[in-house]
């Protein structure tokens, strides 16, 4: 049995106390009058009072049958009434389903008939019905303590519940967080290191030839450098705040776009583009389209044969955006790595769908998002 249903330490003392108080009536009584039978009767009642805790049933039964035999000892049956309403008191307290229903009727009925025969009681008299109902209230105090209990466990165990929910709930959100930000790590840097590996060759390789080239390579470099830095101060600062995180820092926008196709040529790629004018799209959609575009074109530098061709176009309640690049095939251009697991992730967390081709030593990567309402942005 669950501790919430076990009896309160001061219900227990208040009914050992009213135990006590009988037994030292019925001693009283016996030592004043010389009748030592109510005494027998006594020690059986506050033998089932002392087994209430353990034994409820057994104890309500035996004091039933005390309550009985109290009808020919009209001195005794107060105080082993008094013992016995203790022992319904315990029963319903512990108890429940028929059997704490039936004893209680049971008791009520024996006290009814007890005060007619022991007390003289009439019939229809008031204090006939009082025994009876005496029992009632005691049954009733045992069943409304009990079911106090209950709702305090339940409650409790409610909130338990709420708290386990709720740390669930912030431990997904914080693993969602991870894998937001590691993405943005990836899409950040990527790219820009690879802005910064090309023209560090190219500023090294031109160092003693041309060194107008060297420095404008150099510059290039500084510049993805300082892009670079500017990045991972917003990601740190996102990690720093306490506020919506999604809310902090520049996101990135489809106006972003071109400046990236014109890194990209500054890397060496022949790129082919057509790029419509795009209705007022949502943030996260925007974002999307600006981090597939720069990891796609962070693949076809590393891995492709120098040409990417770039088509976004802007459909009736969709926009569609498709790079294509070719490969020579190695064992590192075949290899899935994180870039185009983040990309699908942050497709598919602005609600839209990417396919990934590869066919014919051609990579093409397709994105459909959803163009959303005015009432879907909010």
């Not at 104890?59 to 001195?75: F, K, M, Q, Y």
């Not at 105090?141 to 519940?161: C, D, N, P």
């Not at 030839?209 to 150099?218: F, G, K, N, T």
């Amino acid at each position: 049995m669950s501790h919430a249903l076990q009896p309160g330490s001061r219900w227990e003392i208040a009914l050992d106390v009213a135990v006590v108080a009988a037994l030292v009536s019925e001693l009283s009584t016996a030592l004043t009058t010389g009748k030592f039978e109510g005494l027998a009767v006594m020690a059986i009642m506050v033998i089932a009072a002392l087994a209430r805790r353990r034994m409820p049933v057994a104890a309500t039964v035996a004091a039933i049958g005390g309550s009985g035999l109290a009808a020919v000892l009209p001195e005794s049956a107060v105080p082993v009434w008094v013992v016995a309403q203790v022992c319904i008191f315990s029963l319903t307290l512990r108890r429940q389903g028929a059997i704490s229903v039936a004893l209680p009727i049971i008791h009520a009925s024996t006290l009814y008939v007890a005060g007619l025969v022991a007390l003289h009681l009439l019939a229809f008299e008031p204090l006939s019905f009082g025994l009876p109902l005496w029992t009632a209230a005691a049954a009733s105090a045992g069943y409304a303590l009990r079911s106090q209990k209950a709702t305090i466990a339940a409650l409790h165990e409610m909130v338990r519940v709420t708290a386990e929910a709720k740390d669930s709930e912030i431990q997904r959100t914080l693993g969602e967080e991870r894998i937001r930000i590691a993405r943005d790590l990836h899409d950040a840097v990527a790219h820009n290191i690879a802005v910064i590996n090309v023209h560090a060759g190219a500023a090294e390789k031109a160092m003693r030839i041309d060194s107008h080239r060297a420095i404008e390579s150099l510059e290039q470099v500084r510049m993805a450098s300082r892009a670079v830095l500017q990045e991972l101060q917003d990601i740190l600062l996102i990690l720093r705040s306490p506020g919506q995180l999604d809310d902090i820092g520049p996101m990135p926008t489809v106006e972003g776009i071109p400046a990236l196709l014109e890194s990209g040529k500054e890397l060496g790629l022949e790129i082919d583009s057509h790029l419509d004018e795009l209705p007022g799209l949502d943030a996260a959609t925007e974002a999307a389209l600006y981090r597939v575009v720069q990891e796609a074109l962070t693949n076809a530098h590393r891995y492709g044969d120098g040409r990417a061709r770039l088509v976004l176009e802007a459909q009736a309640r969709s926009v569609s955006l498709s790079i294509t690049n070719g490969y020579t095939p190695t064992k590192e251009s075949t290899r899935s790595g994180h870039g185009l697991i983040g990309m699908r992730e942050r497709v598919e967390s602005a609600g839209g769908e990417l396919r990934l081709d590869d066919h014919d030593e051609t990579f093409r990567v397709h994105v459909t998002l959803p163009i959303k309402s005015g009432r879907e942005k909010q």
